[in-house]
């Protein structure tokens, strides 16, 4: 079983910085982080592929955003800059522990666990 656990969320303004992190991902084959809008669905924000470290980005992120581990892999952080206002949202941690293709990174049903989330509002 994975149990995961986010932190570092919070309130910044435009241009600032935030880094959440994601423990309890040492098991896992695949991390994700997820991001929700109110009255929106998740929105894959980046992945990463915790035995080659490879990474993967939504468009809406390349250039900001960087997903990265521990080097024991328990945790998985994800480091945002240059934050905008549609950045805000509820940010969620999922893992996939089986292998898979990397192809579908972005869906939700892709996944088996997640985390609670965490809020991250940004400012003008």
């Known amino acids: 079983q994975v149990h995961l656990v986010e932190s570092g969320g919070g309130s910044v303004q435009a241009g600032g910085s935030l880094r959440l992190s994601c423990g309890g991902t040492?098991?896992?084959?695949?991390v994700a982080w997820f991001r929700q809008k109110p009255g929106q669905g998740r929105e894959g924000v980046a992945n990463?592929?915790?035995?080659?470290?490879?990474?993967h980005y939504a468009d809406s992120v390349k250039g900001r955003f960087t997903i990265s581990q521990a080097d024991d892999k328990t945790t998985t952080y994800l480091q945002m800059n240059s934050l905008q206002t549609e950045d805000s949202g509820i940010y969620v941690c999922?893992?996939?522990?089986?292998?898979?293709?990397?192809?579908?990174?972005?869906?939700?049903?892709?996944?088996?666990?997640w985390g609670q989330g965490t809020q991250v509002t940004v400012s003008s």
């Open positions: 999922a893992a996939r522990t089986k292998s898979g293709e990397t192809l579908f990174w972005d869906g939700e049903s892709w996944y088996q666990y």
């Open positions: 040492g098991s896992s084959r695949f």
């Open positions: 990463i592929d915790a035995r080659v470290r490879e990474t």
